[in-house]
């Protein structure tokens, strides 16, 4: 919850940073005082988004203490770091500078405000890549090792953290949604302005840079987010079968571009899982397969594969069954737990025979990394799978619309540049009713990443229930509510004040 | 360069490094400080608005400071973190929210159609300066006191035998609020919470360009250096005549497993063992009442923040020295000794404070920054005029 109300803030702190940043490039350059007058505008609409992306960021650093503490321990020693750099490499920056951009115009040279400007811009950015690069290890844990001694994963490669493929993509991905909210943003609000027939060469300058940037950013946003799915395919295979609603494996697999889910089926027999089929679907034939491996025929294992084990028919590869992880999942923790015993007996040749396996490459890849299934039983099989209609949904949803800002944004252009945008007033609308449709596809992105690789905290590793501060209910739900209510109350305070100094326009003073 | 110190050095200069930054935070807690005295100094809404203005230039930082001292704490001591947080759950969960409603009240304040109004945005300033400054003081105060809680790595393997599989397990009836019964926490809390307001006051008299706001600063001044002086040594003399929790070393066995025991007046020794943070000490007490009576002996002077500022730093960083280091428990368990943390048994792996401390190499850059921009700033003091300009104001 805490994470998707941040999430409502940041991306238009990403990208109206680099926006407002680009029209005092433009003022310095041409010296024009309107372009003054727009960056000034915008800067004040940021600098109110801003202060509630504060507000409620953070909440999210210091929950991992607070909610989760387990996982604290167990993967601290790597997650923390990207924290502390966040908030030395990043929030000083932005604090510091956000500071100049709103108080300096008449204290600091034109020069100086503007490099304070694109300091803020980089430092909001950068915060974004620290904390992307925290969420990627957890989707993808790699330059790490186990430390029986401590019971934790261990950093062995900062690198491998910092630059893992999925790292990488997760963040011009995230970043780029920003950028294409922003864009929308902009286009929105300014199309209220030509709507009203105000500050139209504003507008419509407003309308330029941002649909430049719009369409830039949302070839970013299409080429990473297809990179995305073959990584998740690749890593996450059952996050990708959640968000395609594939319960049986198949070669050749269809894509479906829009579906409607049943009910799920009730289990026949104990143990069965409960199904979901489409009530209704448009598919393409084959071109699942082909996007994800680039070859029409490649194999793609479902949902129902992935938890009773399969073998490719066309790789001719092995895949062991959930019940099986589980298993090798038991072997694990009681190795760990056979271990700590040793140590407290003081039974060092026990200790030692326990401690080889860590040390062993081959057990640490058939047996260890999948620690975290020991925690599920056959019973509770159907916790390890994600909830398949939001997963489906969110991903559908969030595709199609990527799809509309970017026409939306070629549209706007073009006509902008053609002088008859005012003319059509009806796209104007489009525009200004895209502006929610954009926050809509944000959040779906985030559910996806979130809910789609439940019950996972750590991939493979560690699930939420064994990564929890034993913290009772009742504290839990309440400090919920509180966050929730007071979230919400600040958000329908941003919403007004965004809306009242949208309304005083450009001219309208501060 | 850091890879050839062992894993204890650089668990100590992880340690430095955290009390450097919880002691540039408490001298940052001058904002919320300030917060406090808004409408004691301002009484008029143009004075209110130059007093938070001139706090609003630097809120970002106090609050960048906080964030970044828990990310350090997290990156370097984990077990901490996870102990701590997860277990004295509503102490920092209220710590949380009275940072939450500071963030929005700078900007929103003056906003037209700000939804809850002007006033509701001004409360929440005195809120975070009160509530904030309080129970982080208090919750300091327990890394000398102690807290409730068990600590068993052994539990994440529970499942095996269906018990739950919390590692940290926090003790106390209240989770951390508990810690405010305890008269020496209370004191630092108290203290922490009055010394922010009297830096707010020094503050306020250095970069408000307002001859009544001046004048009841100095007044404010006398009035709230006389509850800190007490609190603080009122937390000294407990903390200096109590008995600490001494780390004892053991040459055969790995420093994570060394005992842990009650030893009489184990701060007073750690100040006599470790003679430059004594130094230290009393030069930060003496800096911080010299920035004090000057600003009320001298008629007009505005400098009386730096000493202060500096003294607070100093003060505040050796009092963190004396509870980790020398063989110390800086968080350390009431309810089992042997499960209190030290900077041995709570830290992160010798590579990633390795790496760590390459990343701290930047402090420098950072901190010359936000001089400069600090500098530039500040060149002009607030004024009726540029309130009233309108320009950005809070």
New interface residues.
Partial sequence: MSAMFHWVFVPLTLGLSILVAIMETIYLRTGDESWKKMTKFWA?LF??N???G??????L??Q???????????V??????P???????A??????????M???????SKR?HLL?TWLVAIGANLSALWILVANAWMQYPVGTTF?P????N???D?WDVLFSPVAVNKFIHTVASGFVLASVFVVGVSSWFLLKKRDTLFAKRSIVIASVFGITTSLFLIWSGDESARQMADKQPMKFAAMEALWDGQANAPLVVIGLLQKPTPPKTEGQLKEMEFAVKIEIPSLLSYMTYLDPNAYIPGIKDLVHGYTNPYTEKVEISYFEKMERG?EA??T??NY??ALLREDYEALQEHKLKFEDPEWMESTFRYFGY??YSESTVGGLIPNIPIAFYSFHIMVALSGHFLALFIVMLVFTLKNRIEKLRWLLYVAIWTIPLAYLASQLGWVLAEMGRQPWVIQDLMPSI?A????DAG?VQL?FW??AI?FT??L???V??L???IK?GITG?? | MFETLSHFALQQYWWVIISLLASLLVFLFFVQGGQTLIFTLGKNELERAMLIGSL???W??T??T???F???F???F??F???????A??V??II??A??????A???RT??????GQRTYEAFLIINGAVGTILIGTAVGTFFTGSAFTVE??N??N??LGG???????KGPA?GLEAALNVQNLSLGLAVFFLARVLGILYFMNSVDDENIFMRSRKQLLINSAPFLVFFLLFLVLLLTSSGFAVIPDSVQ?P?YWRIEMEPYKYLYNFLQMPVVFVLFLAGVVLVLFGIVISLVKVGNTKGIWPSGIGTVLTVFSLFMVAGLNNTSYYPSTYDLQSSLTIMNSS??K??LT??SY??L??PF?AA??AY??R??N??KVTEAEIKS????Y
């Fill in positions: 004040k600098g109110i801003f202060a509630i504060v507000a409620t960021g953070i909440i650093e210091f991992f203490g607070t909610n989760w503490s387990n996982y604290s321990w167990f601290g020693d790597i997650f923390g770091a924290l502390a750099i966040e908030g030395i490499m929030f000083f920056l932005e604090a510091t500078f956000v500071a100049v709103f108080f300096g115009w008449n204290k600091v100086f304070s430390n001694m401590t019971a934790r261990e950093m062995i900062f038991k923790i009681a760990l737990r700590k015993d020991g925690y064994a929890v501060s034993r913290v504290s400090t509180l966050f007071t109350i600040l329908i305070a941003e007004k004040i809306v009242a100094q005083k003073g501060h | 609003g230039h630097k970002g930082l609050f960048t906080l964030v970044t828990g990310g350090a997290f990156a370097s984990p077990l973190y996870s102990t701590s947080f997860g277990g759950y509503w920092w969960m949380l929210f940072f939450i409603i500071q963030a929005v700078y900007e929103f906003k037209p159609n700000n939804f809850l790595k052994i994440l393997t499942v095996l739950p599989t919390t590692i940290s397990v926090w989770y790995n994570m992160s792996s590579f990633t790496a760590m990343v701290s930047m402090v950072v920054y936000i921009a600090w530039a700033l060149r002009q309108g320009d950005h104001a």
